[in-house]
């Protein structure tokens, strides 16, 4: 199971953290991903690390977040920094057991458990 938690409103300019707790397994032993979905558009994805640690990041958001893992935590993060009016989307974090290509970790259809999603709203 995930759990999302951390959206909320915030500023053009400004800074939120999410958070993805993975209940039941070991999150490291993943492959994991944040992706975002707009009103009226298809879901696509942020960032995403492999289970070798290596992380994949979308042109939209290199530079201003960063993914990250608590190991001990079984926890996944996404530091948004730098925020913009475009970030305003429903996050949803994603889980998959197969070894992913670092091509492949933005890609939605390559994973099998999801998060309920958290609002992030930017304005």
């Known amino acids: 199971q995930l759990v999302e938690s951390g959206g909320g409103l915030g500023q053009p300019g400004g800074s939120l953290r999410l958070s993805c707790a993975t209940l039941?397994?070991?999150?490291?032993?993943?492959?994991m991903a944040w992706f975002r979905q707009a009103l009226g558009k298809e879901r696509e994805g942020d960032a995403g690390v492999g289970s070798d640690g290596l992380t994949s990041y979308a042109r939209s958001v290199k530079g201003r977040f960063t993914i990250s893992q608590d190991n001990a935590k079984n926890t996944l993060y996404l530091q948004m920094n730098s925020l913009k009016p475009e970030d305003t989307a429903m996050y949803y974090c994603?889980?998959?057991?197969?070894?992913?290509?670092?091509?492949?970790?933005?890609?939605?259809?390559?994973?099998?458990?999801w998060g309920q999603g958290t609002q992030v709203t930017v304005s």
């Open positions: 039941g397994y070991t999150s490291s032993r993943y492959c």
């Open positions: 994603a889980a998959e057991q197969k070894r992913l290509f670092l091509g492949w970790l933005l890609r939605p259809a390559n994973f099998t458990y």
